[in-house]
């Protein structure tokens, strides 16, 4: 299987702060990535896919780059309703796999 | 607009078979996507469980394959998860959710999730 670390995997940070996180593939996934964003209690909402591409209606200061083994999701200004547990995966193969997570909470 | 509600038992006994019900609203199984379960044990990560498009073609996880069996119903445009012999480590939110339909897209469409809880 192929084995997802983010990092960090908490984050205390303020509202206008610019976030980045980072999530390593134990061997190359192409550009096979998505990122999620999970509030407590809800669904994972899907925020980027294919490492990269943004699905309609996410807001623009979301950004994913990275492929191979690196990828990086990046709030380029925290809003209050960014403050959730983000989890990548890869779609490369079989099994899909998760990251374990990075929570971001309010400074 | 695509939306998914898991059903099914919120208790399972041990020993026993959790099953569970997605149904698909909004848009036909049939049409090109593979539809997931994920589960979520309390307070922890994301797990795969496995995937079944429309024709019945299903991809398992392995750690789960001996025991879990993934079917599709087009007839009522919904899909279903088994997984027998449970135990306590099966108590989790189970999601259902849909993959993009680009190849290696993420999973776009999420039900809100049904926590199924193994105990006697």
């Known amino acids: 299987d192929i084995q997802l670390t983010q990092s960090p995997s908490f984050l205390s940070a303020s509202v206008g702060d610019r976030v980045t996180v980072t999530c390593r593939a134990s061997?190359?996934?192409?550009?096979?990535l998505a990122w999620y964003q999970q509030e407590p209690g809800k669904a994972p909402k899907l925020l980027i896919s294919?490492?990269?591409t943004l699905p309609t209606g996410v807001p623009s200061r979301f950004s994913g780059s990275g492929s191979g083994t690196e990828f990086t999701l990046t709030i380029s200004s925290l809003q209050p309703e960014d403050f959730a547990t983000f989890y990548c995966?890869?779609?490369?193969?079989?099994?899909?796999?998760f990251g374990g997570g990075t929570k971001v909470e309010i400074k | 607009q695509v939306q998914l509600q898991e059903s099914g038992p919120g208790l399972v006994k041990p020993s026993g078979t959790l099953s569970l019900t997605c149904a698909v609203s909004?848009?036909?199984?049939?049409?090109?996507?593979?539809w997931s379960w994920v589960r979520q044990p309390p307070g922890k990560g994301l797990e795969w469980i496995g995937e079944?498009?429309?024709?019945?073609?299903?991809n398992y996880n392995p750690s789960l394959k001996s025991r879990v069996t993934i079917s599709v119903d087009t007839s009522k445009n919904q899909f279903s998860l088994k997984v027998t012999s449970v135990t306590a480590a099966d108590t989790a939110v189970y999601y259902c959710?849909?993959?993009?339909?680009?190849?290696?897209?993420?999973?776009?469409?999420w039900g809100q999730g049904t926590l199924v809880t193994v105990s006697s």
């Open positions: 959710a849909r993959q993009g339909y680009s190849y290696g897209s993420g999973f776009d469409s």
């Open positions: 909004g848009v036909s199984i049939s049409n090109s996507y593979w």
């Open positions: 079944v498009y429309y024709t019945g073609s299903t």
């Open positions: 061997q190359g996934i192409s550009s096979f």
């Open positions: 294919a490492a990269s």
């Open positions: 995966q890869q779609l490369n193969s079989y099994p899909f796999t």
